[in-house]
């Protein structure tokens, strides 16, 4: 039996998860979690960063305990959100706390891009949606700072992290191409788009794919420390069941990434307008999928009513949601004010009262409005998808956090007209353990294969549209027009 830890980063939980495997004609994934340790945003100084310490720590811990559980690990592999870094100076220590994305110092800065390059001549190269907090816009910002003066290198998370594990210093291609600075169509870094903005091309390390030998650790005997899909949505994508190649995948947690695994990127001037990314995925696929806002609307919901002491018990608040009737309000969630932390609810009341619908008043009316507004937003999104890549979708997989939420799944499968498939819940770690497994010659084959082994150990949940009486599709397309006002 060979035993791999994955170290998976959301932006709501950190985790360690040892994935175990049989070798052999049925092979399958067991999956045990060692160490889970919350995350989010630390405020100092006006600014929002990452504990990145208090994560490694996390990690340190998770990885002790999955030796004592399993003795000897056959590798560790690392994912975590995307776009966010550190920066290292000549001797190779980290200068300053990692920024959050979410902060607000890139407000602005896209366009201020655009003025040196525009934007269609940026996504023709990149294929990268416009987020404000894109690696490239992030050091657009940080110019004049003394940090990205005096830096020398520049690792994203997980990079980081590893480079602290082995004293290897690289960038794994699938959460590269969140930077904005990576060539959709070569998978090799833009260095004239780099140059053309003032980034340093020497900030940029070299470019690894996901399954190779990073280096070793020594924390825990020789244990080796392999690329994955160090992108967590990336990992996530490996680990969707899927049995045929027509399907769309929600990798749901904190975001809610909508999107389609293709083999070429999508560049046209439709699928920017759409802000549709292409970023990469294992074994060269491409994830064209969208952003959607997710749970982190509700996850932020509910601190604010815990911090104003009211009770919110998130399967209480989803049982009460239920009872709730349907498409009462909703809401475009994507839109910037929902990207910072806070008081979400009067953000949702005030973008209701802005389309001129009816506030939701209870926190169950709020939690209702906040997943048909998400239903409603994978429905537009799976749709477009299929349309600007030409492909069509007959299942919709689910995987992530959101799983748990089976009134969100259901609502999807009704909005979408399509069969929901629910599993599994940490998608992010068993296509990471996946990944290892292959890299480590455990397991062989394609992506295919790899998710076919994935597939076994699994208990999923399959939702038919309209099967609880929900909506019709002509009402979610009555509510589509709702979002945008009169
Ligand atoms: P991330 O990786 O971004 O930190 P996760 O994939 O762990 O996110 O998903 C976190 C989300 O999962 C939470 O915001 C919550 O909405 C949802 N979730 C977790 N547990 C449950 C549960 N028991 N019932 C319903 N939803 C749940
Ligand atoms: C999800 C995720 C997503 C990115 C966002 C910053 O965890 O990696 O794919 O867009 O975080």
Redesign the pocket.
Known sequence: MSAFAAV?L????GRVIVGTIEGGGDAHVDLHEVNRFP?GPVRVGGALHWDVLGLYRGILDGLRAATREVGALDGVGIDS?AVDYGLLDADGELLGNPFHYRDARTDGVPDKVFATIPAPDLYARTGLQVQPFNTVFQLVAAQGTAALASARGLLLIPDLLGYWLTGVRAAEVTNASTTGLLDATTREWALDVAAALGISEGLLPPLRDAGELLGHTTLLGEVPVWTVGSH?TASAVVAVPATGTDFAYIS????SLVGLELDRPVLTEQSRAANFTNEAGVDGTVRYLRNVMG??V??ESIRTWNDAGLPAD??DL?AAAARVPALTTVVDLDGPAFLPPGDMPSRIAAEAARTGQTPPQSQAETVRCILDSLALAYRRAVRQAADLSGRSVDVVHVV???V??ELLCQLTADATGLPVVAGP?E??ALGNVLVQARAAGVLSGSLADLRAVGARGLDLRRYEPGATGGPSDRQWAAAEGRVDGP
Not at 10 to 13: E, F, I, L, N, Y
Not at 252 to 255: F, R
């Open positions: 998976d959301g932006a709501s939980s995350n959100w967590d749901c947690g904190t975001w749970l982190w509700l996850q998130l399967p989803l992530g956090g959101g748990r939420n819940v998608g992010a």
